[in-house]
Every structure is written in C-alpha cells, then in structure tokens.
C-alpha cells in the first residue's frame, strides 16, 4: 500500500510539473519499535532485536524475489523485435545465463542475473535461500542502491523504446517497494530509558578506569567527560571483561542493532531513542554507548559520522518546557554538532504525549507539547539544522489520540515544515489499515494534512498569536492545578485508583506487551500511560482526556463575560484550541458516571470512595457545563454526528460487559483466580477497549 501511494503521489506530481524533479524520495516510510523498544520491558534481548530485524528483511527480500520472478516471465520479449539499450544488453550479457532458450531475450536474461545477485544477498543476510530465490553463483548486493541501479537500467531501456506501459506496471511498483523497504522492510527504532544508560555507562567507565563514580558527579562534569569519550577511539569494554547483567544485556541488543546496520543498511535501525530524557548528557551517553558498539565513529583524523540518528524524548511537562535549551546545549558540543551534521544537519526529537498527560494532565500536556514544539523550531532555526519532530502518540485521547488530519492541522507553525513522524498503536492499526480501501484513505490524509500544514497558515492567528498564548500559559497552569490536586496531592488517591478500576488486573493477567510500571513501585510516576488510560476507560470515567479542564476555563473566566467571549473566538478560529475541546467532548460523550459509580463501589473505604469520586463527578459536571459555554453547542456530539450514532447504536452492548467485569474483578480480589474468572476479565477488557475504540 505504502508503495502504491507514493507512486501516486508521484505522478499527480509529474503530471502537475513535470520538469520540477519534486518528491526526489518517497513521502511515506514505514517504521517500527517492535522487538526494539525495550523502555521498561525486560523481554527485548540482543536475540529478539536479531529475530526482528531479519524477519524483517526476509519479508522484504522475499517480496522482492516474487515480483523479480513474475517479471521474468512478462518481460520476454526477443530482441528480433525489440531494441535495447547498450546498458540492458551489457546487463544481460553479466548475467550468468547462458541458455540458448533465453539467447534473444535480453529483459528476461538481465532479470535472471538480477534475481541471482538478491538471491545471493539473501543468503548472505538471512543463511538460507527464501521462497522465489535463485542460487546460480552471482555476486551479491551489498545494498538496494545497487539493485536500484539495475531495475533502473531496465525501465530505461523500456522508455527509450516506446514501452512506458510496461514500465509503468509491475517493474515501477518493484522499484517502489525496493525503495522504501530496501533489504530490510521498515526502520526499527530501538529506545531505552536514561536512567539506563547512566547506569551501564557509569558501569563502563569505571572499568576503563575512567572514573570511579560517574553518577556522582554534577551536570558540567558529566558533559565534558562524556564530550571527551566521544572524540577519542579508546574503548571502554574488552571481548574478556565481565560486566552486571544489565550491562551485558544492554551492550548485546546494542550490537544487535550494529550489525543489523552493517548488514542490512542504515534504514535498518534508523533512531535510538532516549525516554525520559532530561539533559545534555543523557543524550551523550546514549552516543558514547553507539560508539562502543562501532556505530558512531569519532572521525580522528576524518569527520565523525554515525548512521543512527539519537534521539531524545522528552516526555513529562518540565522536561517538554526545557527540550528546545537541551537541544541548543547539545548542539553546542562539538563533537555532537558535527555527528548531526553528518547526518544531513537533521536533527529528530521526538515528543511524548501519554507521560505528559499523565504527569499534568490533558489540556497542560495538550498546551506544553505546543508550546515544547514552538521553541523547537526557534532552537532548530536558531542553530542552522532541519528538525523533525516524532509525535509518539498513542491511541487513546489521553494518550495524544484523536483524529490523525486534525491533529496535523492543528501543529504550531513551523512545526511540519514538510516532514514529521508519529505512531499509530494498538488497536487503532486494524481499525485504520486492516482493510486496504481504508488504509489507503487514511494514508492519503495524512499526506494531505502534512503538504496544507507545511504550506498554508492553518493556525490562523496572526498578530493575535501571542495574546491567545499568554490565554492558554494561563489556562494549563490552572488546569495543572486542578488536576495535581486530585491525581498528585489527594491522600489515598493511589489506594481510590487502584480499587475503583482494573489496573492491578492488567499487570497481574500480562495485559499487554510489557509490564504495566517501569519499577516495582505503585507510584503514579511509574505506571506506564497505557495501564492507566486503559484503567480510567475501562471503568468509564475517562478521567486522561478531561480532568482539570473544566476547573480551569471556570477559574480563568470568573463569571466575566468578555473572557468568555475571548476563549469563544479562539475555539472558532484556532484548529488547536479547537480540536483540544473537541477530542474532549468525544471523550466525554464516551463517559459513563453511572457505571463508574460500579467500579467506585470496589474502593472497601467508603469515605476514601465517596471524597475522590465527588471530586471526579464535580469535576465531570464543570467540563461538560463550560465546554457549551465556550463553544455553543448543546450537546458534546455537535461536532460529530456519526459519533452520537455510533454510540447510541454500540454503547447499550457495553453496559453489560462492564457490570460483567466489576463482578468478576469483585470475585477475583476475593480469591476465586480460576482460569474461567481471569478469561473473563481479559474478555472483557478486549470488547470494551475495541468498543471505545480511541478511548479505550
């Protein structure tokens, strides 16, 4: 499908302008973190991160092998009847087919030595010959570039001699495939959280001798030790040296990723990500460790190069609020300011939307991943280097979800600027590319709203962009109020979530791809973001996609009629603003109290429950009341129909599946943990979940 769009896109291009040379790469790429990302998750190991990566490839080569396999047989043509190109007939001739049969059929003869020679890079990527291979002795390719030269060759020759129709057909989607899925079918992003890396890299440099305590010592100090790492070629490990089971594990997916590299091609594993990254040297250690593992060159005496892009997330409001002064940091550092600029001076950042959420809540995390993005693209313009940002949003609402063209839309100027990523997760993957006439429509509009964002002023402020700023700076620090008094500064808070949802359930019945916290704490900080937006929607109070909004736009009117009009203007004419309040009422309009109230029974301390869940239900009554104040409607589906029919139509099926699960949950913390009670929990949460679609 990804092939097929670009190639569309392509030719409306050369069909609009044909001499311009636009879209000299393809639009969409696919990527993944999955067998990469080991944030949290003690099940990624060096092995996985190999599994993965050649699995990969060999889908990839399998793929291409088929289509070189169908052409040969198309492509028969004799050369009593066609010409050729010089270059098609020295292709033909090096092909190692000498059959008298194929003597007069110059295409079918350089499609041979093609397919041996990707055969031959099969083997050598993958140890075995794939479906459709062909082992007949030929030199491998050492990467698609070269594959692309030869498939180029032949639609040359096609062209020249007036055969653009079959040019145009099977071997131009060929060459499609080959370039965004090269050898290896998808980029796989690897991520780890900082504190990792600390620990490994202060493991290190111990043994080195470097220095005894790294983790003792202050910010300054780290940098310039890490800054000093990175522009010498002394390592710091040895093939005899023993090290903890951390950093073993650590160093052996990191090597994975190196080889993957080596073999497969820098698209292989295009980014390291650093979660929780909150300073200048958690972006150097994640380098001075791609270093020992022979990725990152230090360039003595050459230029430093490194074919991994490192990449830092920045996750919770404080660290949004200070990423674009660490981006600027780190580009000051020499060493890390020629390595970027090796890399084409590109520079990704990538933003995370669910730990924001739940560090601040929805409108402050919806505003500081704003606001983070605006002083990005000052840092990157500042610094003379092209910044893309990576949007690591998830499914649901809390998570940063939400209808993929809007939320494109509603980027702060600058911020497309043509090129962006972001994640699509879990259950939304089928709902949106399962079936191929959908996913073609959604991939179209994620083209579409990235070329009207990079070329059109859709946040339509203008000169009032500052004032409608200082209005929303003012609104998430109330709204941030609002919620860290219940989620942070509640006493018993943690004990209310934990009883009145199914949140103990998830990490206890291996709910999901890795374990519901990153330690083993119950603190809020620790809980992953998926286990909490799935606990919150799963009992129906939705609680990440609205809490604190309405006590925030009450404050912040105090019963004043032009404030009221000021946030009334700025929902009509600001797609942000806009799509925040709207992404909020589908939310909401998903909201069940009255169920709730089921779950809230669960919590045995009845002044704990009846304190928190007043609080939730009083909080509930402000948002809906304040959102048909700011925007007019008069019900929270005013902007989607099709959504009030969608669930007035669904939503009487779940009542039943959640009275279901609050009396299963009930048995199961009572102690009846047989299998049929914890296949029902799990029944439960997967028909809800799939119900509430990007809410649950």
């Known amino acids: 499908m990804i092939p097929k769009i670009n190639a569309e896109v392509r030719k409306a291009l050369r069909t609009r302008w044909p001499d311009a040379g636009l879209l000299p790469e393809p639009i969409l790429r696919p990527g993944s973190w999955i067998g990469g990302d080991r944030d949290g998750n003690p099940y990624v190991t060096g092995e996985i991160v190999q599994r993965a990566t050649s699995r990969a490839a060999a889908t990839a080569l399998e793929h291409h092998l088929e289509e070189l396999e169908h052409l040969e047989r198309e492509l028969s043509m004799s050369a009593r009847l066609v010409s050729v190109t010089p270059e098609l007939d020295l292709l033909a001739s090096t092909s190692g087919d000498d059959s008298a049969f194929r003597a007069d059929e110059p295409y079918r003869r350089a499609i041979r030595g093609i397919r041996g020679r990707l055969s031959a890079t099969a083997l050598t990527v993958l140890g075995e010959l794939p479906a459709h291979g062909s082992d007949v002795g030929l030199e491998a390719y050492t990467d698609p570039a070269q594959l692309q030269r030869d498939l180029g060759i032949i639609d040359t020759s096609l062209r020249r001699f007036g055969d653009e129709t079959i040019a145009d057909d099977r071997l131009d989607r060929l060459r499609e495939a080959v370039e965004v899925f090269g050898f290896h079918l998808s980029g796989l992003d690897m991520r780890q959280n900082s504190e990792v890396h600390e620990s490994v890299v202060a493991e290190l440099l111990a043994w080195a001798g470097v220095h005894p305590d790294y983790a003792s010592l202050p910010e300054a100090d780290r940098v310039e030790l890490l800054s000093a790492e990175l522009t010498t070629r002394r390592p710091l490990t040895s093939p005899d040296a023993e090290f903890s089971e951390l950093t073993t594990k650590e160093l052996a997916i990191m090597a994975a990723g190196a080889k993957a590299v080596r073999v497969l091609g820098a698209g292989a594993v295009p980014n390291y990500i650093i979660s929780m990254c909150t300073s200048v040297s958690d972006m150097l250690e994640a380098a001075v460790l791609l270093k020992e593992v022979g990725v990152l060159d230090p360039g003595v005496g050459s230029e430093p190069s490194c074919p991994i892009g490192i990449v830092p997330l920045f996750e919770t409001i404080e660290d949004l609020q200070g990423g674009a002064d660490t981006l600027l940091a780190t580009l000051d550092i020499p060493i890390y300011r020629a390595i970027v600029r090796s890399r084409g001076d590109s520079q990704e950042v990538m933003l995370g939307y669910s730990d924001s959420n739940k560090d601040g809540g929805y409108l402050a995390a919806n505003w500081a991943l704003y606001r983070a993005e605006l002083d990005l693209v000052d840092a990157a313009r500042k610094s003379g280097i092209r910044l893309r940002l990576f949007h690591g949003r998830g499914g649901t609402v809390g998570r940063g979800g939400g209808p993929s063209y809007e939320a494109i839309l509603a980027q ?285």
Do not use: C
């Open 412 to 696: 702060p100027p600058g911020a497309v600027a043509g090129s962006l990523r972001i994640t699509e997760q879990g259950e939304v993957i089928a709902a949106k590319y399962a079936e191929p006439r959908l996913a073609h429509r959604n991939l179209e509009t994620l083209i579409a709203a990235t070329i009207e964002s990079t070329l059109l002023d859709v946040e339509g402020l203008g000169s009032d962009a500052d004032a409608a700023y200082a209005v929303l700076d003012e609104l998430a620090a109330l709204a941030r109020t609002a919620y860290s008094e219940l989620v942070h500064d509640t006493p018993g808070f943690v004990q209310y979530f934990e009883a009145s949802t199914p949140v103990a359930e998830i990490g206890a019945l291996n709910i999901g791809s890795r374990p519901a916290s990153r330690k083993q704490t119950k603190a809020i900080s620790d809980l992953r973001a998926i286990p909490w937006v799935l606990s919150w929607s799963q009992s129906r109070v939705m609680l990440p996609g609205w809490y604190g909004t309405g006590a925030a736009f009450e404050r912040w009117i105090d019963g004043d009629d032009a404030r009221l009009a000021t946030l009334t203007a700025l929902y009509e004419k600001w797609p942000f603003f806009r799509t925040v309040l709207s992404n909020m009422a589908m939310v909401m309009s998903k909201s069940d109290l009255g169920l709730a109230a089921r779950y809230a029974d669960l919590v045995p301390d009845a002044e704990l429950r009846d304190r928190v869940f007043g609080m939730i239900t009083d909080e509930h009554e402000r948002t809906i009341r304040m959102y048909k104040a700011i925007t007019g409607n008069e019900n929270l589906f005013a902007d989607n129909s099709g959504l009030e029919r969608s669930v007035h139509n669904r939503f009487p099926y779940l009542e039943p599946l959640n009275h279901l699960q609050v009396e299963l949950i009930r048995r199961y913390r009572s102690g009846d943990e047989s299998d049929q009670v914890r296949r029902g929990i799990q029944l439960t949460m997967n028909g809800l979940a799939t119900a509430l679609r990007n809410s649950g």
